[in-house]
T-cell receptor
Framework: AQSVTQPDIHITVSEGASLELRCNYS??????LFWYVQSPGQGLQLLLK??????LVQGIKGFEAEFKRSQSSFNLRKPSVHWSDAAEYFC??????????FGAGTRLTVKP | EAGVTQFPSHSVIEKGQTVTLRCDPI?????LYWYRRVMGKEIKFLLH????????ESGMPNNRFLAERTGGTYSTLKVQPAELEDSGVYFC?????????????FGPGTRLTVT
């Protein structure tokens, strides 16, 4: 079955520190993978997506993610976190019926 | 261009009552999706419309939930009668195409609280 696991429910980092949010997927074929962010009171905003090609994907707001087939992972990274990055982050894979399968989300807190 | 909008932003109802959630997709988007997030768990797919037709409703939890999209524009999701376990955030998304690579644009969600 197609699914996504985000092992970390909550992460706290200091402003300016680097960030890595983990995502592991389960999918039989080539997965279509996404990272979304939800700030308080806002909808889900797409950060980046991977379909094929270069396994290092650049997104908005300085985020990037690396697709690693051997590890079934699609971790999200940012070299230097800003206070405005505090939000909830969701990894997702598109299922065979075009339904988005989400992880449980990782809440990011940024310390001053 | 306006994004996906949802109304209301928050609804509090008593168990047994009826609630109707509305979603207005981005103009011109034929594909409309409903998702739900219950109690901090993962966001789960409910159903998918293509224009006014239900393409996939495999995620609908039970027959207390009824989704419609008359005319292929906005959509409503009615819960009747509401139960405590229906509490959560209901998201709507739309996309122009229905392929797996087509980005789904999400609305801010409707928070439903059933007491």
């Amino acid at each position: 079955a197609q699914s996504v696991t985000q092992p970390d429910i909550h992460i706290t980092v200091s402003e300016g520190a680097s960030l890595e949010l983990r995502c592991n997927y389960s999918y039989g074929a080539t997965p279509y993978l996404f990272w979304y962010v939800q700030s308080p009171g806002q909808g889900l905003q797409l950060l980046l997506k991977y379909f094929s090609g270069d396994t290092l994907v650049q997104g908005i707001k300085g985020f990037e993610a690396e697709f690693k087939r051997s590890q079934s992972s699609f971790n999200l990274r940012k070299p230097s976190v800003h206070w405005s990055d505090a939000a909830e982050y969701f990894c997702a894979v598109v299922g065979r019926n075009n339904d988005m399968r989400f992880g449980a989300g990782t809440r990011l807190t940024v310390k001053p | 261009e306006a994004g996906v909008t949802q109304f209301p932003s928050h609804s509090v109802i008593e168990k047994g009552q009826t609630v109707t959630l509305r979603c207005d997709p981005i103009s011109g988007h034929d594909n409309l999706y409903w998702y739900r997030r219950v109690m901090g768990k993962e966001i789960k797919f409910l159903l998918h419309f293509v224009k006014e037709s239900k393409q996939d409703e495999s995620g609908m939890p039970n027959n207390r939930f009824l989704a419609e999209r008359t005319g292929g524009t906005y959509s409503t999701l009615k819960v009747q009668p509401a139960e405590l376990e229906d509490s959560g955030v209901y998201f709507c998304a739309s996309s122009q195409g229905g392929a797996r690579r087509d980005e789904q644009y999400f609305g801010p969600g409707t928070r439903l609280t059933v007491t």
